[in-house]
């Protein structure tokens, strides 16, 4: 264990250092949620707060959004990262090396990630605190274990998904069909920016497959409603499923995706 500790921050010693010379590009991407904010703050005054579909998150458009939008771009980082790491780990010409050495493949890829859902989460601290200091969001009904536990549970589900696509960059090089159908679907189908009621039926049955729909709707209910883990016990037990089912497989297709480029000799390529 400690010597996994050391290697954890390792990668994220390295990150860090990379990272800390683009100040200048973090600093766009907090500004960029911070419109997009100010954006739906306006948006909120033209939606009825009366409407069905959001009394049973307390009525306010905005703070429905503002969860949907802070934690739906968390969690598709968290689905990117991974991918994004394999690729510029190729683009440089150290992924050969970085996945031949003792440590395993997958602890390659986890510690690889690290910095960036850290550095993600300031950013997610800081778009819910604008929330709270200028547009007064009400946070004070938070059940805090409640939110964690959910929280936790839908990051390891998009970190287990992230591991998965980054298997596919491995084999595919480039293009990433698992990242970009999860994050359209996450977008449009999860209930990020309206509720999932609004949608036809049918619409709604493909929603009820997608793990943002399970973890947007009980960050919502324990965030601004207070509810425990028993309110929402049945977005929790599905979230533990998926983490169940799949972060071992994830895990099992990134081995054999590493196996596979290294007996044909494309490991190197990009």
């Known amino acids: 264990m400690p010597g996994t500790v050391r290697k ?7 990150d860090f250092q990379s990272e800390s010379s683009y100040k200048i590009n973090y600093l766009l991407r907090v500004a960029s949620s911070l419109l997009w904010i100010v954006l739906f ?3 909120s005054k033209i939606v009825d707060s009366s409407e069905a579909s959001l009394v049973k998150y307390g009525g306010n458009y905005f703070s429905f959004v503002l969860i949907g939008l802070a934690f739906s771009r968390y969690f598709q980082l968290a689905l990117g990262t991974f991918s994004g790491s394999i690729q510029r780990a190729q683009a440089t010409g150290c992924l050969e090396a970085m996945l031949s050495t003792q440590t395993a493949p997958q602890a390659c ?3 690889s990630s690290l910095y960036a859902l850290i550095e993600s989460l300031v950013q997610l601290a800081i778009v819910l605190g ?5 547009f007064d969001v009400d946070f004070t009904q938070t059940n805090i274990p409640a939110a964690l536990m959910v929280f936790a549970l839908a990051l ?3 970190v287990s998904l992230g591991i998965v696509s980054a298997a596919g960059i491995v084999v595919l090089k480039k293009g ?3 990242g970009w159908v999860l994050t359209s679907a996450s977008m449009i189908l999860g209930g990020a920016y309206f509720p999932i009621e609004v949608m036809p039926g049918w ?5 009820k497959v997608i793990p943002a729909t ?3 709707d009980a960050l919502r209910l324990t965030m601004l409603r207070g509810y425990g883990l028993r309110d929402v016990s049945t977005q929790v037990l599905v979230l533990g499923g998926m983490v169940l089912v799949l972060l071992p497989v994830s895990l099992k297709l990134f081995d054999a995706a590493v196996n596979r480029a290294k007996k044909d000799g494309t490991l190197a390529q990009y």
């Open 8 to 14: 954890a921050w390792a990668f994220i010693k390295r």
């Open 41 to 43: 703050y306006f948006l």
């Open 109 to 111: 890829v986890l510690f």
């Open 130 to 134: 604008a929330g709270v200091i200028f």
């Open 156 to 158: 390891l589900t998009f």
């Open 176 to 178: 990433d069909p698992v």
């Open 203 to 207: 619409l709604q049955a493909l929603a």
């Open 214 to 216: 399970y973890a947007l």
